[in-house]
Antibody, heavy 119, light 112 residues
């Protein structure tokens, strides 16, 4: 069974750093692109970027380029989303998702990680 | 990259049919047959309902169907049921070379 399991909710202060994770199982992690989506409170889905764990090829949405870093550790089948200096506006639910092989849709999603940034 | 345009809300009575539109441009919806639709219930992760404009994943009811004309894609739900009440998002690939996607703003479906 394909699963994406994300790390737990985080509460951080502005200016702090953070790295959240998404662990894949039930499939060959190195062979599938893993993406990230943001959902701010009461708002819609926003595309952030995607990584291919096999060679760490990473593509960012222009809206998020330079704002976050997407990485992966293929040895433990885990993708990451990280911030070096959080802002209150980073408060949101973040989902990881798996792109189907050669496809342009996302059949498998993680359960989401809620990030709250507040002083 | 601007979000795809969806109506903020639609509603229908049980048994009726509704259609949710998703309007993009010639660079996204109009350029690719890679429009997908996702259903999201409150507090849950989105669920794939339609991919590549009109295909249903295994396990999704055939009451859900998709289509596209020009720069506008549509999701139709027939025989509305109470469990269909949710938010629906469309998505389109905007570049197959740089691997970029865009989502619609979302539509709240209310089953009256």
């Amino acid at each position: 069974e394909v699963q994406l399991v994300q790390s737990g909710a985080e509460v951080k202060k502005p200016g702090e750093s953070l790295k959240i994770s998404c662990k894949g199982s039930g499939f060959l992690f190195t062979n599938y692109w893993i993406g990230w989506v943001r959902q701010m409170p009461g708002k819609g889905l926003e595309w952030m970027g995607i990584i291919y764990p096999g060679d760490s090829d990473t593509r960012y949405s222009p809206s998020f380029q330079g704002q976050v870093t997407i990485s992966a550790d293929k040895s433990i089948s885990t993708a990451y989303l990280q911030w070096s200096s959080l802002k209150a506006s980073d408060t949101a639910m973040y989902y990881c998702l798996r792109r189907g092989s050669g496809s342009y849709y996302f059949h498998y999603w993680g359960q989401g990680t809620l990030v709250t940034v507040s002083s | 990259q601007s979000a795809l345009t969806q109506p903020a809300s639609v509603s229908g009575s049980p048994g009726q049919s509704i259609t949710i539109s998703c309007t993009g441009t010639g660079s996204d919806v109009g350029a690719y047959s890679h429009v997908s639709w996702y259903q999201q219930h409150p507090g849950k992760a989105p669920k794939l309902m339609i991919y590549d404009v009109s295909n249903r994943p295994s396990g999704v009811s055939n009451r859900f169907s998709g289509s596209k004309s020009g720069n506008t894609a549509s999701l139709t739900i027939s025989g509305l049921q109470a469990e269909d009440e949710a938010d629906y998002y469309c998505s389109s690939c905007t570049s197959s070379s740089t691997l970029n996607w865009v989502f619609g703003g979302g539509t709240k479906l209310t089953v009256l």
